[in-house]
């Protein structure tokens, strides 16, 4: 769920871009079908996934929601930094937050054919909303969490996130702040060394 991390760790490579946006909708050998660039970019999103699944700090994060939310309290995590990341764009980005969406927009309306067909759906929702920008506002996030929470085969629950952000907003902002430094540090990393890429 968390499309911004996601496509911000993409900086302005086009095939990491495509990857890292529709990785969790590829499964098994439909990976077959991309190119070498936009399959980089689904590995890509896999290890970025598992470093943060793993990290002490998001553990720490999703502990604090785990009794609330169970194993929907990672989804809950990953929007919550979302939020952080849209609301602090500033921080970690020269570029404002608008331009930068649009060109990656852009990138992924121009291959929009090559979308996985749930891409193809959730893409011009993503965009016409503003959803990623408008993460930044607690009350159009809790609107995300409410979608999510009809959306889900149980009772997520998710529906209440916002006002469990609220009451421990500053130690969720701390966490993530320690978190996303060495995140980018490790896709840099990645990119460096071709790691990304295997």
Do not use: C
């Amino acid at each position: 769920m968390n499309f911004l991390a996601h496509l911000y760790l993409s900086g302005d490579d086009e095939d990491l871009i495509l990857g890292n946006f529709i990785a969790d909708m590829v499964k098994g050998r439909q990976i077959e079908r991309f190119s070498k660039g936009i399959v980089r970019g689904i590995k890509m999103h896999r290890k970025i996934d598992e470093y943060t699944d793993d990290h002490p700090v998001v553990l720490k994060s999703k502990k604090r929601l785990r009794g609330r939310y169970r194993h929907y309290s990672a989804v809950v995590v990953d929007m919550y930094y979302d939020h952080f990341l849209s609301r602090y764009w500033d921080d970690y980005s020269d570029t404002p937050i608008e331009k930068f969406l649009n060109n990656a927009y852009n990138v992924l309306l121009r291959n929009y054919l090559l979308l996985p067909a749930k891409a193809q759906r959730l893409l011009p929702f993503m965009i016409s909303a503003n959803w990623l920008v408008n993460y930044s506002d607690l009350k159009r996030l809790k609107k995300s969490f409410e979608g999510l929470a009809r959306r889900t085969p149980f009772d997520s629950g998710m529906e209440n996130a916002v006002e469990d952000l609220v009451i421990n907003y500053d130690e969720y902002l701390e966490e993530f702040r320690e978190f996303f430094p060495q995140l980018v540090e490790f896709v840099d990393l990645l990119k460096r060394t071709g790691k990304d890429a295997g």
